[in-house]
């Protein structure tokens, strides 16, 4: 409105823009139709025990809860290997960075990078933590394959070791 008094009129490419801007706005407007609140209260009620799908993860409580806290696709957290995860000790305490390297926002696959700090204080559960799962997933792997070091492996695997797939997340 302003351009439009400031500059008496708009051109027919500011015009075409704004229509076109304005068409966007109004198709990201609307119900969020397949979206709900996560009851993270709720989570204690979930049963820690083996994969809930017959080609699921081994630890799906962990792997929903992780995946829950870093808003990942089911493509993404599937393909989250073990050497894409760094538990960082801080004086303020523990972060978690997860390395996506398939990625819907990383339109260059150059691979993106997320952090979460610990909530332990806040939430009271380790089982709900980001970084506590993270790190207690990491030694879950050193110690089935008694090393220090795992690489090449999904976070969450399945019973066979591999990665599940995006009907089983």
Same mark, same amino acid.
């Given at each position: 409105?302003?351009? $439009? =008094?400031? !500059?008496?009129?708009?051109?027919?490419?500011?015009? %075409? !823009?704004?229509? +076109?801007?304005?068409?966007?706005?109004?198709?990201? &407007?609307?119900?969020?139709?397949?979206?709900?609140?996560?009851?993270?209260?709720?989570? @204690?009620?979930?049963?820690?025990?083996?994969?809930?799908?017959?080609?699921?993860? $081994?630890?799906?409580? /962990?792997? &929903?809860?992780?995946?829950?806290?870093?808003? %990942? /696709?089911? $493509?993404?957290? *599937?393909? =989250?290997?073990?050497?894409?995860?760094?538990?960082?000790?801080? @004086?303020?305490? #523990?972060? =978690?960075?997860?390395?996506?390297?398939?990625?819907? *926002?990383?339109? #260059?696959? %150059?691979?993106?990078?997320?952090?979460?700090?610990?909530?332990?204080?806040?939430?009271?559960?380790?089982?709900?933590?980001? +970084?506590? $799962?993270?790190?207690?997933? &990491?030694?879950?792997? /050193?110690?089935?394959?008694?090393?220090?070091?795992?690489?090449?492996?999904?976070?969450? @695997?399945? *019973?066979?070791?591999?990665? @599940?797939? #995006?009907?089983?997340?």
């Amino acid at each position: 409105q302003e351009h $439009i =008094v400031r !500059y008496e009129g708009l051109s027919q490419s500011t015009s %075409l !823009y704004i229509r +076109a801007l304005a068409r966007s706005v109004k198709r990201g &407007l609307g119900s969020a139709r397949h979206t709900a609140e996560l009851p993270l209260h709720r989570f @204690p009620e979930l049963g820690a025990g083996g994969p809930w799908t017959p080609l699921g993860c $081994i630890t799906p409580k /962990r792997m &929903l809860s992780f995946g829950s806290h870093f808003l %990942l /696709r089911e $493509i993404e957290l *599937a393909n =989250v290997l073990t050497e894409h995860v760094f538990i960082k000790h801080t @004086p303020d305490g #523990k972060v =978690v960075s997860v390395l996506l390297p398939v990625s819907k *926002a990383d339109f #260059k696959a %150059l691979g993106v990078t997320r952090e979460l700090a610990c909530c332990c204080e806040v939430v009271g559960d380790p089982d709900v933590c980001p +970084a506590c $799962i993270a790190e207690a997933q &990491l030694e879950w792997w /050193r110690h089935n394959r008694q090393t220090e070091t795992v690489v090449g492996e999904p976070l969450f @695997p399945t *019973a066979a070791g591999t990665v @599940p797939s #995006k009907a089983s997340v």
